[in-house]
């Protein structure tokens, strides 16, 4: 069974950088797989923030992309994503997923992992 | 590219029938048939329940089933029992116009609550 696991720090400051980390288990971060973030800020919807390949090709939110920047570690068999000059409007729970291909739904979810920005 | 359109609220009762809507525009939904379906139960991670418009993952119930109509796509919940009641999320691949972007869109999203 393929379970992630999302993990980093629950606050971070205004204009600060966002650092999460995905562990993935039961799948290699080598497959074919894409793996993704998608957050959901408290009491609404879903936002995919962009997703990566083994060979690292990746995609982005265009709302966020300047920001982004979403790597793997195989050796670790992990993800990350870091969020730069974050706001308030970043506070939000952090969802790490993985998609058989790109700009695919995500059939095997995280936990979520909540990040509050403030000072 | 915007969120994709969903009623906020859906009611039933159990045994009945009911049918959430998401509508997009030919950029997405209309133009794709990569409508996904996920139902999120509070304090819970998303579960896809419907892919490529009408397909079911494994284990997911066959009283889940999704349609599409032009620009609209719809999940229907048949039998509807008390474990249904969540919020339900509706996704597409959105590519602008001459390809200029591409993103995965999520919609506004629906509660359904069993009366």
């Known amino acids: 069974q393929v379970q992630l696991q999302e993990s980093g720090p629950g606050l971070v400051k205004p204009s600060g950088t966002l650092s999460l980390t995905c562990a993935v288990s039961g799948d290699s971060i080598s497959s074919s797989n894409w793996w993704s973030w998608v957050r959901q800020p408290p009491g609404k919807g879903l936002e995919w923030i962009g997703e990566i390949e083994l060979s690292g090709r990746s995609n982005h ?13 195989t ?7 870091t969020l730069i000059s974050v706001t308030a409007a970043d506070t939000a729970l952090y969802y790490c ?23 | 590219q915007s969120a994709l359109t969903q009623p906020a609220s859906v009611y039933g009762s159990p045994g009945q029938s009911i049918t959430l809507s998401c509508t997009g525009t030919s950029n997405d939904v209309g133009g794709y048939n990569y409508v996904s379906w996920y139902q999120q139960h509070p304090g819970k991670a998303p579960k896809l329940m419907i892919y490529h418009v009408s397909n079911r993952p494994s284990g997911v119930s066959d009283r889940f089933s ?21 919020d339900y999320y509706c996704s ?5 116009y001459k390809g200029s972007s591409t993103v995965y869109v999520f919609g506004t999203g629906t509660k359904v609550t069993v009366l």
């Open chain 1, 61 to 73: 939110n265009p709302s966020l992309r300047s920001r982004v920047i979403i790597s793997v570690d």
């Open chain 2, 66 to 86: 999704g349609s599409k109509s032009g620009n609209t796509a719809s999940l229907t919940i048949s039998g509807l029992q008390a474990e249904d009641e969540a």
């Open chain 1, 75 to 81: 050796s670790n068999n992990q993800f990350s994503l």
């Open chain 2, 92 to 96: 597409s691949f959105f590519r602008s």
């Open chain 1, 97 to 119: 997923a993985r998609a058989k291909t790109p700009f695919a739904p995500a059939d095997f979810w995280g936990q979520g992992t909540r990040v509050a920005v403030s000072s």
